[in-house]
């Protein structure tokens, strides 16, 4: 497993998307893909696997703030610690070994249809699906300008709109709902380390909450 230096750990911005070194943003996995000392900084480091770093980049996603694409320093740290959790997922040789190769794609096939794993497909989903909606009904009138990672900002007809009528009305998670879906995805990177014979000891959190200073 891929050594952890917490101190590279140096404060930085979670952000939606994926974002180059210097810029002082990065999403969840870009963190781990840094401290475990990739040469290349990415969104799938080699310590975990695709399918868990997918997820917990879908997460890090629906969290950020619709129109900055930022996350607060609560649900920073929430995401940090579930790409926290991926670390040793990424070798999977033992448990395609022992499995053998139908219980392997078998194993794969019941992490997906896991009942964590379904509720976050679909919630994250859902979200996307709105998202998308008032992405382009905005777009369309000129509303807003901007991108998904550097965030969106009013025109001057988007400002005219929204004295006229409102804000522009970004689909956005309650406090529940924020917790249900961090819960899950625990609960599926837990139950994914669980199938595949995962036994690595999960890493300590104590020394990113210090420097996240949460």
């Known amino acids: 497993m ?4 917490f101190d590279r750990l140096q404060p930085l911005q979670l952000a939606r998307g994926s974002h180059h070194p210097g810029s002082g943003k990065g999403c969840a996995m870009n963190v781990i893909s840094y401290i475990t000392g990739e040469a290349k900084i990415t969104d799938y480091p080699s310590c975990s696997d695709d399918m ?8 890090n996603d629906v969290l950020a703030d ?30 395609a070994k022992e499995l053998g190769v139908v219980g392997y794609t078998e194993a794969r096939t019941a992490w997906a249809n896991s009942e964590a794993f379904t509720y976050l497909s679909t919630a994250i989903a859902t979200k996307a699906k709105r998202m998308a909606e ?4 905005a777009h369309d009138r000129n509303y807003i300008r901007g991108t998904s990672h550097s965030g969106y900002s009013l025109t ?4 005219a709109y929204t004295i006229l009528n409102g804000p522009i009305e970004f689909p ?5 709902d924020r917790s249900l879906m961090i819960e899950n995805a625990r609960k599926a990177i837990l139950e994914f380390r669980r199938i595949f014979l995962i036994d ?5 959190m104590d020394a990113v909450r210090e420097r996240l200073g949460v």
């Open 2 to 5: 891929n050594a952890i230096d």
């Open 52 to 59: 868990v770093s997918t997820l917990v980049q879908a997460v």
């Open 66 to 95: 619709p129109w900055t694409g930022l996350l607060t320093p609560e649900d920073a740290l929430a995401v940090v610690e579930l790409g926290m959790l991926t670390v040793g997922t990424g070798n999977l040789s033992r448990a």
């Open 134 to 137: 008032v992405l382009r009904w």
């Open 156 to 159: 001057a007809d988007g400002l």
């Open 172 to 176: 956005t998670l309650d406090a529940a």
């Open 200 to 204: 690595t000891e999960v890493p300590e």
